[in-house]
């Protein structure tokens, strides 16, 4: 089975620009949650996605977005970048939501300038 | 709220044992998570407990206290390649089901 992949893999915007990311899971994964790693913060839940739906959302504002596709393809969105967006976007997918673990992807990497 | 907390740094060399201590404090709990994480990579699923006591898998075992908040992760027979930033992650529980919290992790460094 192909593992979780994410595009772009690298990034740069400038502020104010917005930004998609895209994630595909594992197939026959429908459950897929976001994460912001950066190296003050650690890893931060953004949203989780499931059978299209966000069940779950993390203290983030609201220009960051994401929407979940019938083929459980996920995309998340940041508009208005600000300097402190510049993290590594890591996807995660798991077979249902609840306990099963997570398998993540490579991330992306955005740098905003 | 959410804490969960893990040592920064830790070193140890080749053939040797180490534990990562991992103590949390949620509000919710329906498991606790071990990833690894080599620099640049995205983090690897290594354990999974929701029951107290101890999970083996191969050289790495992972134990959990729920009384205690309380996990660790061991590390037998170190190889260099275990050198990576290992995260404890606590999945909530209720209506924010599947939702994991993550320490900030631990680096660990095995030296020859």
């Known amino acids: 089975k192909a593992g979780v992949t994410q595009t772009p893999r690298y990034l740069i915007k400038t502020r104010g620009q917005q930004v998609t990311l895209s994630c595909s899971p594992i197939?026959?994964?429908?459950?897929v949650s976001w994460y912001q790693q950066t190296p003050g913060q650690g890893l931060q839940f953004l949203f989780e996605?499931?059978?299209?739906?966000?069940?779950n959302k993390g203290n983030f504002p609201g220009r960051f977005s994401g929407r979940q596709f019938s083929n459980s393809r996920s995309e998340m969105n940041v508009s208005t970048l600000e300097l402190g967006d510049s993290a590594l976007y890591l996807c995660?997918?798991?077979?249902?939501?609840?306990?099963?673990?997570?398998?993540f992807g490579p991330g992306t990497r955005l740098t905003v300038t | 709220g959410q804490n969960i907390d893990q040592p920064t740094e830790m070193t140890a060399t080749e053939g040797a044992i180490v534990q990562i201590n991992c103590t949390y404090q949620?509000?919710?709990?329906?498991?606790l998570f071990w990833y690894q994480q080599h620099a640049g990579e995205a983090p690897t699923f290594l354990s999974y407990?929701?029951?107290?006591g101890l999970e083996e898998k191969g050289r790495f075992s992972s134990f959990l206290s729920r009384s205690k908040g309380y996990s660790y992760l061991l590390l037998k027979e170190l190889q260099m390649k275990d050198s990576a930033s290992y995260l404890c992650?606590?999945?909530?529980?209720?209506?924010?089901?599947?939702?994991?919290?993550f320490g900030r992790g631990t680096q660990l460094t095995v030296w020859p």
């Open positions: 995660a997918s798991s077979h249902e939501t609840g306990n099963y673990e997570q398998y």
């Open positions: 197939s026959g994964h429908r459950s």
């Open positions: 996605y499931f059978s299209e739906t966000q069940r």
């Open positions: 949620t509000s919710g709990f329906n498991g």
């Open positions: 407990n929701v029951l107290d």
């Open positions: 992650a606590v999945r909530d529980g209720g209506s924010t089901l599947g939702r994991l919290y």
